[in-house]
């Protein structure tokens, strides 16, 4: 049998004499190929719908120019205007029409070539065989474009994934498409932790269970033992757990006997990820093998960051909630109540914070927030709070505490500049001095419906700038100030000043007390916010010694 044969190469003959077409078929079956007869243009055109629909078209078509229902040159031309016929390669002959000029119109048409009969069946032979050989290598060339650029999307989606959820379903479903069938991506954390995700072309029927992530957990430990970058490896069916893929395709594969894996990894002790689909039993799926490992070391990549940034934002959420505490103590003659709301988990960590110090001189608040969002920002955040700290025992005075941390940052963290506001209040009186260093400027909401923003503002922490002096008020026993960070407002594409106005009538309108003021703003402002939010709210309580002379609002 021919090499030809082996291919399964079929050939289409149009030919309106019986004779000559049964004469054509016979001398490509004795070179292997298939054949398929048609007497007509319009028999041809027929005959192609079927087979397209079938998804078995031939692989070329001997046309016969003077064909009595619409000429050679012309179903040709109708052939290259349908997309799903375009790629058929065309082979003219003919009896009658041998001159030169008619074969420039056949290869005008879109013809591959021109053949004059009758011809050596050798010649009809090799003129065939040569159109089928090129359009094979065109064929290969564009199913190798089309794998390069799902590849490249799928790449790209996967160095997009912000978590490794994300990360292995875009890898399920780019494997997927490279493959033309079901698939499971698999990404194994330091912890040991197992995310996955299976490609959407896949019975439902059967989901895995805990169990066969096990199994699978430990299938790619074993398989990636002692190798580094991409190990390709087949799991025989008894090893691999059911429910990742099809029980049984509907396109004619076959059933899966197996799993093949491609196992990656960046380098030693980095985490493996793993990119399974199945084997059938009726034979190898198209040779898409080397873009899944291609796909597979990406993932692998990709993986090892996410890794790395899902442990540093871990840790610094651990200083941050470790150093922020809930709950604050209360001073004597006043009530404190704060609120923070980490940002989403797919979001960089930022370093807000807030402080409530019990002073030589009255209470002292304050909340800020380093710029920048990374574990750098935390640990800035974490050594400014504790400055903090040590500074008030000596001299509470805010504008003198706002210098001293800029000297701070200055000199120890010269790249770094960060927000700040301060308010020193006296409970005996009411006095409360504000110094802010390029922070929103704390807001006094009354008990009557009215809120407004004190006149306090500064540079940024960082710079060595001068501080102006602190602006001083008197709280009422109505009063209550409020201190956000910016994370409560502020909104890509919406102006500041609107964003703070937003705050000061919502605050206006809130219930009484300090909690519920926090509550309802964060009810109201705090949904869906792309960056960490703090809030700090305080009043005069009515055991204190300014509140002798008049009754309050016991909340």
């Not at 912890?191 to 299976?198: A, K, V």
């Not at 110090?357 to 608040?365: A, F």
Request: charged residues 20%.
């Amino acid at each position: 049998m021919s090499a030809n044969a082996r291919a399964g190469t079929t050939i289409l003959v149009v030919d309106d004499v019986a004779a000559s077409r049964y004469a054509l078929g016979a001398v490509l079956r004795r070179d292997g190929h298939r054949v398929v007869l048609a007497a007509s243009a319009g028999d041809a055109l027929i005959e192609l719908d079927v087979r397209r629909r079938a998804g078995r078209l031939p692989d070329v078509a001997l046309v016969d120019v003077g064909l009595p229902d619409m000429s050679g040159f012309d179903l040709c031309r109708r052939l290259k205007e349908t997309p799903p016929l375009a790629a058929l390669p065309v082979v003219h002959f003919s009896a009658a029409r041998v001159a030169p000029a008619d074969r420039c119109l056949g290869l005008d048409a879109g013809g591959e070539a021109y053949l004059t009969v009758p011809a050596e069946p050798e010649e009809i032979q090799a003129v065939v065989r040569a159109a089928a050989r090129g359009a094979r290598h065109r064929s290969d060339a564009e199913a190798q474009a089309g794998h390069l650029t799902r590849l490249a999307e799928t790449i790209l989606a996967v160095q997009s994934a912000r978590c490794p959820r994300e990360l292995a379903e875009a890898a399920a479903v780019g494997t997927a498409r490279l493959t033309h069938g079901p698939a499971a991506a698999f990404v194994i954390g330091d912890d040991g932790e197992l995310h996955r995700s299976l490609s959407r072309c896949r019975a439902a029927a059967s989901l895995p269970d805990e169990g066969a992530h096990d199994a699978v957990v430990r299938l790619i430990q074993r398989g990636m033992t002692g190798h580094v970058g991409v190990h390709d490896t087949v799991v025989p069916a008894p090893l691999w757990p059911a429910g990742f893929f099809h029980a049984e395709p509907s396109d004619g594969t076959g059933r899966p006997v197996g799993a093949r894996l491609a196992l990656a990894r960046a380098h030693e002790g980095a985490a493996p990820v793993c990119l399974a689909t199945p084997v059938y039993d009726q034979g190898p799926a198209p040779g898409t093998g080397r873009f899944v490992g291609r796909l597979a070391h990406a993932t692998a990549v990709a993986a090892e960051r996410l890794l790395m940034y899902e442990m540093e934002r871990h840790i610094a959420l651990t200083l941050q909630r470790s150093f922020l505490p809930a709950h604050l103590p209360q001073t004597p003659g006043t009530e404190v109540v704060v609120r923070y709301e980490p940002a989403t988990r797919d979001t960089e960590i930022g370093g807000d914070f807030y402080a409530s110090l019990d002073t030589s001189q009255g209470l002292l608040t304050g909340i800020g927030d380093v710029v920048g969002h990374s574990l750098d920002a935390a640990t800035v955040m974490v050594e400014i709070r504790h400055a903090l700290r040590a500074y008030c025992i000596e001299d509470p005075d805010p504008r003198t505490l706002a210098r001293r941390l800029d000297g701070m940052l200055q000199r120890y963290h010269p790249e770094v500049t960060a927000t700040l506001c301060l308010a020193l209040v006296d409970p005996a009186t009411g006095r409360t001095r504000v110094a802010n260093a390029g922070h929103i400027p704390p807001l006094v909401v009354g008990d009557d419906g009215t809120a407004h923003y004190l006149r306090a503002s500064g540079p940024l922490l960082g710079l060595g700038l001068d501080r102006p002096p602190p602006t001083e008020t008197v709280l009422r026993p109505t009063d209550r100030l409020l201190l956000v960070t910016d994370g409560l407002i502020e909104t890509r594409g919406t102006d500041l000043a609107e964003s703070m106005e937003h705050l000061r009538t919502v605050a206006a309108d809130a219930p009484l007390g300090v909690a519920a003021l926090c509550d309802t703003l964060l009810a109201c402002l705090g949904h869906g916010r792309d960056d960490d939010i703090a809030l700090l709210a305080m009043r005069l309580r009515a055991d204190g010694q300014y509140l002798r002379d008049g009754p309050t609002d016991p909340s």
